[in-house]
């Protein structure tokens, strides 16, 4: 088993540019979770998904964030326009069931710092 | 006051020694609680799951959660410089795998 795969590993782009980060969750995994982890903040959800269905998006910082599921097998997190804040490590993750106490099996991970 | 409080360290121990990292929180509703481990660049990983008030053991981690002081700890006996890395506890209050709310971690060296 792969794992969850994120792409890019790392991003460096600058104000104002389009950023999307993408998302392949375990294959039969139903649930799909964007975080964001800063020293600051810690980690932080923003949005996840059951089956392909968007449930809760209150993480979601602005309207400069947005977030899709296509397909079970794929998922992106766009930000346009970036901003400096932004810059964090943005995880992605998913889990076989949709239970409280379930598993998140998370990926490695996309640095991205805005300049 | 934040839901979940963890003191972020470091900690430096030498290696052998018995580690004890800690959660304070806030909401009597939280009924799951867990322990990441998340290693230097890399994804967090479950390293212990608990439900509700009690000890679990898996080897050389005990996970303890005690509800009527809002309080969790993870405890690593015999540690190895292997143990390195940030520990995050999470909890859950239920219902969905959305409520997870993270500690911001305890980041442990152990020194051999």
């Known amino acids: 088993d792969a794992g969850v795969i994120q792409s890019p590993r790392h991003e460096v782009t600058e104000m104002g540019q389009e950023v999307t980060l993408r998302c392949k969750p375990i294959?039969?995994?139903?649930?799909l979770f964007w975080y964001r982890q800063t020293m600051m903040r810690g980690l932080e959800l923003l949005i996840y998904f059951n089956n392909n269905v968007p449930i809760d998006d209150s993480g979601m910082p602005e309207d400069r964030f947005s977030a899709k599921m296509p397909n079970a097998s794929f998922s992106t997190l766009k930000i346009q326009p970036s901003e400096p804040r932004d810059s964090a490590v943005y995880f992605c993750?998913?889990?076989?069931?949709?239970?409280?106490?379930?598993?998140?099996?998370f990926g490695p991970g996309t640095r991205l710092t805005v300049l | 006051q934040k839901e979940v409080e963890q003191d972020p360290g470091p900690l430096s121990v030498p290696e052998g020694a018995i580690v004890s990292l800690n959660c304070t929180y806030s909401?009597?509703?939280?009924?799951?609680f867990m322990w990441y481990r998340q290693y230097s660049r890399k994804g967090p990983e479950l390293l212990m799951y608990?439900?509700?008030?009690g000890n679990k053991e898996d080897g050389r981690f005990t996970a303890q959660v005690d509800k009527s002081s809002k309080y969790i700890s993870l405890f690593i006996r015999d540690s190895q410089p292997s143990d390195s890395a940030t520990y995050l506890c999470?909890?859950?209050?239920?219902?969905?795998?959305?409520?997870?709310?993270f500690g911001k971690g305890t980041k442990l060296s152990v020194k051999p």
């Open positions: 993750a998913s889990s076989p069931l949709t239970g409280a106490g379930d598993t998140q099996y």
């Open positions: 608990t439900y509700s008030s």
């Open positions: 909401n009597s509703a939280f009924q799951y």
């Open positions: 294959s039969g995994h139903n649930s």
């Open positions: 999470a909890m859950n209050y239920g219902g969905s795998q959305g409520n997870l709310i």
